[in-house]
């Protein structure tokens, strides 16, 4: 069964940092890209970072560049996004998804997205 499980979310101050896991079964991780999203209450899912199944190469939205980095371990099926100095604009339930294509921003493009994991930024 295709599954993406993220975790590492939580509660942390303005400024802080926090580490999501987005792992996965079911599937060869190697072969795909993945993204993260991000939908805050009111909002649209919104695409925050993506890194490709070729050569790992990196994508970040404006808003969290130089502030988040994303990464993956293939052989632990996982894909991690550091987040540092975290805003309260931050704030929102954080997803991961897999596109067996190049990486993009259009959430359509993605399939079997996890539960996602509640990231809240507040002093």
């Known amino acids: 069964q295709v599954q993406l499980v993220e975790s590492g979310g939580g509660l ?6 926090l580490r999501l896991s987005c792992t996965a079964s079911g599937f060869t991780l190697d072969y795909y890209a993945i993204g993260w999203f991000r939908q805050a209450p009111g909002k649209e899912r919104e695409g925050v970072s993506c890194i490709s199944s070729s050569d790992d190469s990196t994508f970040y939205t404006s808003s969290v560049e130089g502030r988040f980095t ?21 704030t929102a339930i954080y997803y991961c998804a897999r596109d ?7 959430p359509e493009d993605f399939e079997s ?3 996602g994991t509640q990231v809240t930024v507040s002093s």
Request: aromatic share 10%; proline share 8%.
């Open 70 to 90: 994303i990464s993956r371990d293939n052989a632990k099926k996982t894909v991690y996004l550091q987040m540092n100095s975290l805003k309260p604009e931050d």
């Open 113 to 115: 997205w996890g539960q």
């Open 100 to 106: 067996f294509g190049p990486c993009g921003w259009d």
């Open 12 to 17: 942390m101050q303005p400024g802080g940092s």
